[in-house]
């Protein structure tokens, strides 16, 4: 059975799916089941440049940062996108990137949130939750 904001992929043709409505039949795609992706939460191996990080901004606002060290974008290596995710899970907001972009999405309001997770092209899933 699926559950609600989880996400799978296809490994031979690469659509990404995120779950809206949770059922209890297997996703399929190019006549193969998906992937579950499970996120990854730590990042020593790539130099913590894939983990969200929740940030305070100069004029009082949030903010999650992709990386510690922000990701670089490229058009060979970049996120694809980030998304913070209230604890309810009745709410989730998806900001989308091009390789021309920072990997910066601003928050309107981080009370709430359960976590935010950045899809990287090549190294996949990344996830963190905010601090306090």
């Known amino acids: 059975m699926t559950e609600r904001l989880e996400l799978y992929k296809c490994n031979i043709c690469g659509n990404l799916v995120e779950v809206i409505l949770p059922g209890v039949g ?75 972009d920072e990997p910066i999405m601003m928050i309107k309001d981080k009370l709430g949130l359960e976590k935010a997770r950045a899809f990287c092209n090549l190294h996949g899933l990344w996830e963190s939750e905010p601090e306090g």
């Open 26 to 100: 297997e996703l399929v795609c190019c006549g193969e089941p998906m992937e579950y992706l499970e996120a990854k939460k730590s990042d020593s191996e790539y130099g913590e440049k894939h983990v969200p990080v929740f940030s305070a901004t100069d004029n009082q606002g949030e903010e999650v940062r992709v990386g510690s060290t922000l990701h670089p974008m490229t058009e060979e290596h970049y996120i694809q996108f980030v998304e913070t995710i209230a604890k309810d899970r009745r709410r989730s907001e998806l900001e989308y990137f091009y390789p021309s």
